[in-house]
Each structure stands twice: as structure tokens, then as C-alpha cells.
């Protein structure tokens, strides 16, 4: 039954990715460029959102679809981690024009070319398990 739930929320988000434009390779284009806002505002409500869900789940002790208490890690502080993350992960979205999440939304949207970058991002995550106890974390 979970199983269902999950995939019935994925539709949702996926046709929600696509019908707001979030998986348009344009729409991302425009965003680098600084020429539109609308993925800065697709992204800032997220995060806005984000921001009170997260504050929901820690004051009110909110429980997990398996019961468990959600925890939260304390955060590392190294700065360099961070830019050089986010550095990575921006230049794979702008030569990929598209984050993780809309990647699937775009092979469901029938974008089959997509598929080569879900490929190289199933690979770079083996590449990452295979060599994350060498890293500084």
C-alpha cells in the first residue's frame, strides 16, 4: 500500500514539475542567465516551505510514514564543502538543464536524451559509494 502512495505522490510531483515549467530546459536557461524569475521563485517558495515543514517536524516531534522519529544531523561547518557541492551541482544542472528531480519528470514527458544524464548521475553515485570513505566528509 505504501508503494502505491509513493508512486501516486511522484505523479503528482512530476506533473507539477512539468506543468509549472520547473523541467524546462528553457526555463533553467533563463535562470542562469539572470533573464527570468520564475525559477527563482519556483525555488524560494520551496525553500520557504521547506524551512516551516522542517521547524514543524522538530517542535512537534513528527513521526515518519514507518514510525520513527525524523532526526536531523547537526551541520558540518567547513564552508568549502558547501561551495565546492554547490559549484559541482550547479555546473552539472546547467550542462544537464535539469536538477535530479525533474530529470525523471522529462523521461516521463517523453525527453529520451535525458536518459544519458540519469545514467552518468547513476554512475557518479557508485563512483561516490565506491570512494566515500577516502573523502573528508
Known amino acids: ?6 508512486l501516486l505522490i511522484g505523479i503528482v510531483f512530476g506533473i507539477t514539475m512539468f506543468k509549472s515549467e520547473a523541467a524546462s ?11 527570468s524569475f520564475h525559477m527563482y521563485g519556483i525555488i524560494g517558495t520551496s525553500l520557504f516551505f521547506g524551512v ?5 517536524i522538530k ?3 513528527i513521526k515518519s510514514f514507518y514510525g520513527e522519529f525524523i532526526k536531523f544531523p547537526p551541520k558540518q561547518k567547513s564552508f568549502a564543502r558547501y561551495a565546492f557541492g554547490g559549484i ?3 555546473l552539472g544542472w546547467a550542462l544537464a538543464g535539469a536538477c ?15 536518459i544519458i544524464t540519469i545514467l552518468a548521475a547513476l554512475l557518479g553515485t557508485f563512483v561516490y559509494g565506491l570512494l566515500k570513505d577516502k573523502l573528508p566528509h
Open 88 to 90: 559541482l551541482f550547479g
Open 25 to 35: 530546459w528553457y526555463r533553467i536557461y533563463e535562470m542562469f542567465r539572470f533573464d
Open 52 to 56: 516551516i515543514v522542517t521547524q514543524l
Open 59 to 61: 517542535r512537534f516531534q
Open 1 to 6: 500500500m505504501r508503494t502505491l502512495i509513493y
Open 100 to 114: 535530479p528531480g525533474p530529470m525523471f519528470t522529462l523521461v516521463g514527458a517523453g525527453f529520451s536524451p535525458i
